[in-house]
């Protein structure tokens, strides 16, 4: 929330720039030292009394942004700005902030490559003096500003194209792991799903991590460049950018790792259907094949000892006999048992519990 107030900020700052309030030397003392002849001078600001690299008075290099002072010299001495000596018309390489009798103060905008300030003074033909070309600064093709972002150094441009490409890179590995998640068969995670869990999701987080310094990172450099307003609007779009990409990567993320555990939880529920259902039908064919005939094998000897006990009352059995009937029973066991192994009914009921 704090960055997006911040990148409104900037925003409202690069609309609508107050003009900076800067020490000049005197513009009367300045012209003294221009020389004989009439020439246009420029005057930037600084130390009190005008140093060589202040007073202005053939072509110069400047970035934009650079506010001077323009005067007109006659014979070193200061022109009227008013009345019939000498007018500064507009230019749209020179913002005119301040007008007064013996000055114009402006801003070199940057939006000419080159300007020729005295062809910009009406009635004065062939008039010598300062003209200003615009320094370009740095710039780098920003991906994520679709546009080229100015930079005040060398250094910082660079330093901002690695950090963007680092987390360009990140981010397309995050959307790899994103995807990989979506893609996974959950039937083989199910056998063993809390590590296959970690397996996957451990690099979907470390991605997440990754993407999440990488927009520091990023956000760093675009905050330094919009607020000294060399980067002007793109830094602001590409500040936007970083942080729509992360947000749709992340809500991405999260859909897919809530789509795996919802999906792996049906595949462990169907599993466990399955292995119950297995069991029932291993049961069952158990006790068809050995539970029945085994109980009838059982029954109908127990039924002859209980007919001989009635036609001869003096006729007994030893634990024989009975242990006869009882192995009839285990026989029908084993074979019951059998026939849930021969089915995987053991190993499901075990995977089961």
């Not at 330094?224 to 993320?253: F, M, V, Y």
């Amino acid at each position: 929330m704090r960055r997006r107030i911040f990148v409104a900020f900037l925003a409202v700052l690069l609309v609508a720039q107050p003009a900076v309030a800067a020490d000049y030397p005197d513009v009367e003392t300045a012209c003294s030292e221009a020389g004989g002849g009439e020439v246009l001078i420029g005057v930037l600001p600084g130390a009190d009394t005008p140093s060589d690299g202040q007073v202005l008075n053939d072509t110069t290099t400047l970035y934009a942004g650079t506010t001077l002072k323009v005067a007109l010299c006659k014979n070193g001495e200061l022109a009227n700005t008013q009345g019939s000596e000498w007018s500064l018309a507009d230019s749209p390489g020179l913002e005119t902030l301040d007008r007064s009798q013996s000055d114009v103060t402006v801003r070199v905008t940057g939006d000419e490559s080159e300007t020729d300030v005295p062809s910009l003074v009406e009635d004065k033909d062939d008039l010598d003096g300062v003209s200003i070309r615009v320094q370009q600064p740095p710039t780098v093709e920003s991906e994520l500003a679709d546009s080229s972002i100015a930079f005040g150094s060398a250094d910082a441009a660079s330093a901002y194209a690695e950090s963007e490409t680092e987390y360009l890179d990140a981010l397309a590995d995050y959307s790899n792991a994103t995807e990989r998640l979506n893609d996974t068969d959950v039937s083989a995670a199910s056998d063993d799903p809390e590590n296959s869990t970690e397996e996957l999701l451990d690099p979907l987080n470390e991605s997440s991590q990754s993407v999440a310094n990488h927009t520091n990172e990023l956000e760093n450099h675009l905050y330094e460049t919009a607020w000294n307003s060399s980067g002007g609007s793109n830094a602001i779009l590409a500040l936007e950018a970083t942080n729509d990409r992360k947000r749709a990567a992340d809500a991405d993320a999260r859909a897919a790792k809530q789509n795996y555990l919802t999906r792996l939880e049906a595949a462990e529920s169907d599993a466990r259907s399955t292995v119950l259902l297995n069991l029932v039908g291993a049961a069952v064919v158990g006790l068809v094949v050995g539970g029945i005939p085994g109980w009838k094998l059982t029954a109908s000897k127990l039924e002859d000892i209980r007919y001989d006990r009635q036609v001869n009352s003096s006729v007994t059995y030893g634990p024989r006999v009975l242990a006869r009937a009882g192995g009839l029973a285990l026989v029908a066991l084993l074979v019951t048992a059998a026939a849930l192994f021969a089915l995987g009914g053991l190993t499901a009921l075990g995977g089961l519990l």
